[in-house]
């Protein structure tokens, strides 16, 4: 199994829409869980770390689920500003190494 | 806001060529990183440095590979004979120390091309 999944996509979803992603880990040493984001060609940039509790930013809503060893990222109110890839990241305690997930690539579509 | 800053952009060298990228990490972090993204594929981590020494690398880091911070402010990856699977998008990231999520922020990244 490999040590994070994500469904690399695309998903293309109107403008507006309510769009979820998944993401399944497989080391249940992992402490530490963020959500990235990377435009084509660009760095990964920090979107929201994930509190075992969940979390909301905004339009953004990260879940965490231990027992089942998944992550979630909810985008209410999409906006073509959203059209990314989001990448799935997790470390397994300290300030050691994050390791990514492939990527979701989203869409908005106008 | 601070960020991580990298040069050169771009860099072009011949297969067997040494290269140096450099970064400036953001400058209260106190723990700093490398990572390579090859075209279409996922981030992948190379080094980890605090305290100027090496605290972690990856199957990817090998001789070939080295680190430096030769002075307060700068982070540097060394590639003493570059291959071309070397060709990537080089990412450097620094993080504060100061909490137990160690939140990691990344660099614009230096595309490297070997030819």
């Known amino acids: 199994r490999k040590e994070v999944e994500q469904d690399p996509g695309p998903f293309n979803v109107p403008e507006g829409a309510t769009v979820a992603f998944n993401c399944t880990y497989s080391?249940?040493?992992?402490?530490?869980f963020f959500w990235y984001r990377q435009d084509c060609r660009k760095e990964p940039k920090l979107l929201m770390s994930?509190?075992?509790s969940g979390n909301e930013d905004g339009r953004f809503t990260a879940q965490l689920n231990r027992a089942s060893q998944y992550i979630s990222l909810l985008i209410r109110d999409s906006k073509l500003s959203d059209s990314a890839t989001y990448l799935c990241?997790?470390?397994?305690?300290?300030?050691?190494?994050?390791?990514f997930g492939i990527g979701t690539k989203l869409q908005v579509i106008p | 806001e601070p960020e991580v800053t990298q040069t050169p952009s771009h860099q072009v060298t011949q297969m067997g060529q040494e290269v140096i990228l450099r970064c400036v990490p953001i400058?209260?972090?106190?723990?700093f990183y490398w990572y390579r993204q090859i075209l279409g594929q996922k981030v992948e981590f190379l080094v980890s440095?605090?305290?100027?020494?090496?605290?972690?690398k990856s199957e990817i880091f090998d001789d070939q590979f080295s680190v430096e911070r030769p002075d307060g402010s700068n982070f540097t990856l060394k590639i003493r004979s570059t291959k071309l699977e070397d060709s990537a998008m080089y990412f450097c990231?620094?993080?504060?120390?100061?909490?137990?999520?160690?939140?990691?922020?990344f660099g614009p990244g230096t595309r490297l091309t070997v030819l």
């Open positions: 990231a620094s993080g504060a120390g100061t909490t137990s999520y160690n939140e990691q922020f």
């Open positions: 080391n249940s040493a992992s402490q530490s």
């Open positions: 994930v509190y075992s």
């Open positions: 990241v997790f470390n397994s305690g300290g300030y050691q190494k994050v390791t």
């Open positions: 400058s209260n972090h106190l723990y």
């Open positions: 440095f605090y305290n100027n020494e090496i605290s972690e």
